[in-house]
């Protein structure tokens, strides 16, 4: 990866849940398919799982899309899984981690933990000189979609 076009975009959101089940719902590659906007998500080589592992998104609206294809390059759970994106409109990195959040207002009781997911893109921008230019566009736009996604995660875990 070129890391001088290397362009970072990140979100984060609190979930009201522990560490471990919070990966389990992150990692959860179809469930993503869930609360990811505009995407479908599945597992391919190895189930998702482990290095070498791959996933597979396919994000759309209405016949306008494309697939990214992934291999997990970094497994560490519960606490932070990396992805290469293997194709030719996204390329680059993808991270998801978990890290322990707050407790609760009844403090370090049993169910009470909460986490933090944080989402972020280490993306090659297409298009070369004009796309890192176009970045800061890309990325606000991006970011917004991100946490649109991360609140629809928080709903799905409310369920």
Known sequence: MDSARTCHAEASIDLPLDPQTAWDVVMDWDRQSRWMLFTRVWATENDGVGVGGGVAARTSVGALGFTDDMVITHWDPPRECTVKHLGTVVRG?????????????????????????????DAVPPLGKLGVALWPLVRTVLEVMMRVSLRRLVREVAR
Do not use: I, K, L
Request: charged share 15%; aromatic share 14%; no cysteine.
């Open 93 to 121: 990195t993808g991270t998801f981690a978990v890290t322990p959040g707050r407790w609760g207002v009844e403090g370090p009781a049993e169910g009470a933990g909460t986490s933090t997911f944080t989402w972020s893109e």
